[in-house]
Nanobody
Framework: QVQLVESGGGLVQAGGSLRLSCAAS????????MAWFRQAPGKEREFVAA????????YYVDSVKGRFTISRDNSANTVYLQMNSLKPEDTAVYYC???????????????????????WGQGTQVTVSS
């Protein structure tokens, strides 16, 4: 099992930046993908971005492309989400996630599904004011 602990959320004005961190422990080598999801009030949890511990390129949902960057530090077993040019619609609880499923099939990329996640972090609130 993989244990995940997020940090870095907060309140920021539109156009601002935040960096989320996700420290992983336990059987981290067993996960194929590390990802960020988010859930806004009254909405379903949605995929945001994914990265692997190896060499596949990161993958983003269209709404955050060019603004968010997912990265990893293998030596620290930590995944980051740098969020720039934040918008009020980015307001949500952000969750770090581990999956045994790869978001890259070898020929195409796809977003991970909620039911493909084997471990969740506790969530961190991101609020963007207008």
């Amino acid at each position: 099992q993989v244990q995940l602990v997020e940090s870095g959320g907060g309140l920021v004005q539109a156009g601002g930046s935040l960096r989320l961190s996700c420290a992983a422990s336990g059987r981290t080598f067993s996960s194929s993908s590390m990802a960020w999801f988010r859930q806004a009030p009254g909405k379903e949890r949605e995929f945001v971005a994914a990265i692997s511990w190896s060499t596949a390129y990161p993958y983003y949902v269209d709404s955050v492309k060019g603004r968010f960057t997912i990265s990893r530090d293998n030596s620290a077993n930590t995944v980051y989400l740098q969020m720039n040019s934040l918008k009020p619609e980015d307001t949500a609880v952000y969750y770090c996630a581990a999956s045994l499923i790869s978001y890259y099939s070898g020929t195409y990329y796809r977003p991970l599904k909620v039911d493909e996640v084997i471990s969740w972090g506790q969530g961190t609130q991101v609020t963007v004011s207008s």
